[in-house]
């Protein structure tokens, strides 16, 4: 198993930036996929971005393409967003999860473990 623990969301202003960090503890982080989600109210989770194991490879949604970038640190256990050019769009509870499976996967039912997420508020 592992343990997730999301911080770095706030309130910022429309076109500033924030960086979340989800820290990993349990079994080695290397041995998982790692993907960002988030929620607005009333709406469904979405896919932002996901990194696989040795970081190599990573894939975000359209909506954020060229202003988030994810990263991830296995030394620290840890996984990061990246988030510049904010929008008020971005405001939601994002959520970083984990997978054995390789793929960088999309659905939310693909994931295994699941942060408590941290509230992104981009204000216009």
């Known amino acids: 198993q592992v343990q997730l623990d999301e911080s770095g969301g706030g309130l910022v202003q429309a076109g500033g930036s924030l960086r979340l960090s989800c820290a990993a503890s349990?079994?080695?982080?290397?041995?998982?996929?790692m993907g960002w989600f988030r929620q607005a109210p009333g709406k469904e989770s979405e896919f932002v971005a996901g990194?696989?194991?040795?970081?190599?490879?990573?894939n975000a949604a359209d909506s954020v393409k060229g202003r988030f970038t994810i990263s991830r640190d296995n030394a620290k256990n840890t996984v990061y967003l990246q988030m510049d050019s904010l929008k008020p769009e971005d405001t939601a509870a994002y959520y970083c999860?984990?997978?054995?499976?390789?793929?960088?996967?999309?659905?939310?039912?693909?994931?295994?473990?699941w942060g408590q997420g941290t509230q992104v508020t981009v204000s216009s």
């Open positions: 349990g079994r080695p982080f290397s041995a998982y996929t």
């Open positions: 990194i696989s194991r040795n970081g190599s490879n990573t």
């Open positions: 999860a984990a997978r054995t499976g390789a793929f960088i996967a999309t659905k939310t039912t693909s994931y295994d473990y």
